[in-house]
T-cell receptor, first 111, second 117 residues
Framework: EDKVVQSPLSLVVHEGDTVTLNCSYE??????LLWYKQEKKAPTFLFML????IEKKSGRLSSILDKKELFSILNITATQTGDSAIYLC???????????FGTGTRLTIIP | GAVVSQHPSWVICKSGTSVKIECRSL??????MFWYRQFPKQSLMLMAT?????????EQGVEKDKFLINHASLTLSTLTVTSAHPEDSSFYIC?????????????FGAGTRLSVL
């Protein structure tokens, strides 16, 4: 059974700090790993990673995948209060047409 | 782009009644739609996967007769919770994906909070 573990479960930092969120996984025939941001309602798509070592970047957010060690990290620099949310990591495996989600990291940014 | 609309956002019903939740892809054709359930402080649990024009595939432990899924068009899927009971109270959220390079990306609706009295 596919498994995704995120850490830490929750994180509280001050505005302006940099944070790193972790996601480790076990999946049969890995295809892709996705990061989502969930505020009050719908998760919004951030990144999809398929290849090791290639950083994906969007503004202050960046993410990278290590397929050898089976993990990914999501970095947020110069955090803002609007970054407060639950960050979800999910994986796809070949032949398993569904996403397996981790429990998420609840990030709180204090002004 | 890639907007998914889910309606209603919140519904309260009496025990024993049925509730229908709609999920629409507004600006793309959703070949596959997914229905999830989310309990407080827990992650998204997949209930079923539906492809347009075919029967939904339910996850283990999900009662197909209780959670009826219809995916009649490339832009609309519905989830009907039949004979709802208080234990069905939860946050239900749909997602949609399309074909091609973005096939693995699911775009989510805003969710429906169901409260069964």
């Amino acid at each position: 059974e596919d498994k995704v573990v995120q850490s830490p479960l929750s994180l509280v930092v001050h505005e302006g700090d940099t944070v790193t969120l972790n996601c480790s996984y076990e999946v049969t025939n890995f295809r892709s790993l996705l990061w989502y941001k969930q505020e009050k309602k719908a998760p919004t798509f951030l990144f999809m990673l398929t290849s090791s070592g290639i950083e994906k970047k969007s503004g202050r957010l960046s993410s990278i995948l290590d397929k050898k060690e089976l993990f990914s990290i999501l970095n947020i620099t110069a955090t803002q209060t609007g970054d407060s949310a639950i960050y979800l990591c999910a994986v796809y495996g070949f032949g398993n047409e569904k996403l397996t989600f981790g429990t998420g990291t609840r990030l709180t940014i204090i002004p | 782009g890639a907007v998914v609309s889910q309606h209603p956002s919140w519904v309260i019903c009496k025990s024993g009644t049925s509730v229908k939740i709609e999920c629409r892809s507004l600006d793309f054709q959703a070949t596959t739609m997914f229905w999830y359930r989310q309990f407080p402080k827990q992650s998204l649990m997949l209930m079923a996967t539906s492809n347009e024009g075919s029967k939904a595939t339910y996850e283990q432990g999900v009662e197909k007769d209780k959670f009826l899924i219809n995916h009649a068009s490339l832009t609309l899927s519905t989830l009907t919770v039949t004979s709802a009971h208080p234990e069905d109270s939860s946050f239900y959220i749909c997602s949609a994906s399309t074909e091609g390079a973005a096939k693995n990306i699911q775009y989510f609706g805003a969710g429906t909070r169901l409260s069964v009295l």
